[in-house]
T-cell receptor
Framework: KAGVTQTPRYLIKTRGQQVTLSCSPI?????VSWYQQTPGQGLQFLFEYFSETQRNKGNFPGRFSGRQFSNSRSEMNVSTLELGDSALYLC?????????????FGPGTRLLVL | SQQGEEDPQALSIQEGENATMNCSYKTSINNLQWYRQNSGRGLVHLILIRSNEREKHSGRLRVTLDTSKKSSSLLITASRAADTASYFCATDPQGGSEKLVFGKGTKLTVNP
């Protein structure tokens, strides 16, 4: 099976702009989660989507939003970008099974906000 | 929120030696997972241990879990230069709103 893919791999934006990142999960996986990784805060959970519904949400401001399509592909949007949004954004997919969910991560999108 | 805390933050060893990394967490969990990340790339899942398990093996990896102490350890035996990476523990918290809660990781360097 093909792994999790994320596009684009690199992005440069300026403050105030918005950005949309895309994630295609492993075929058959219906859960998609997003994480932000920065040197200062480490890996932090943004949100999880399952069957087009947001199932879990981390502690991020409303500027961070996401959605999931019927084919399980997911997008993440960040509006009004700030310098601190520069990070590696990782997407992970999984096939739900209580107590034993392995997350399969994509290569990430590296966002630089200038 | 950062629940897991890895120890040590950095570890440098010679090829062939064993590497041990520890992880502590704060709340009850469904399972604990270990991931590897090479140089700012995506994470690779290594091993998952459920809350009712105490030890698990996978190749050169051995993971232990002590839920009473809320801690886990990852042992890599006979390390290789290719094992050089950052290693993260991640907990799946019971009843939590977060999918996985990661620690800050241990940076392992294996010198040839």
């Amino acid at each position: 099976k093909a792994g999790v893919t994320q596009t684009p791999r690199y992005l440069i934006k300026t403050r105030g702009q918005q950005v949309t990142l895309s994630c295609s999960p492993i075929s058959g996986h219906r859960s998609v989660s997003w994480y932000q990784q920065t040197p200062g805060q480490g890996l932090q959970f943004l949100f999880e989507y399952f069957s087009e519904t947001q199932r879990n949400k981390g502690n991020f401001p409303g500027r961070f939003s996401g959605r999931q399509f019927s084919n399980s592909r997911s997008e993440m949007n960040v509006s009004t970008l700030e310098l601190g949004d520069s990070a590696l954004y990782l997407c992970a997919s999984s096939s739900p099974g209580h107590g034993q969910e392995t997350q399969y991560f994509g290569p990430g999108t590296r966002l630089l906000v200038l | 929120s950062q629940q897991g805390e890895e120890d040590p933050q950095a570890l440098s060893i010679q090829e062939g030696e064993n590497a041990t990394m520890n992880c502590s967490y704060k709340t009850s969990i469904n399972n604990l997972q270990w991931y590897r990340q090479n140089s700012g790339r995506g994470l690779v899942h290594l091993i998952l241990i459920r809350s009712n398990e105490r030890e698990k093996h996978s190749g050169r990896l051995r993971v232990t879990l002590d839920t009473s102490k809320k801690s886990s350890s990852l042992l890599i035996t006979a390390s290789r230069a290719a094992d050089t990476a950052s290693y993260f523990c991640a907990t799946d918290p019971q009843g939590g709103s977060e999918k996985l809660v990661f620690g800050k990781g241990t940076k392992l360097t294996v010198n040839p």
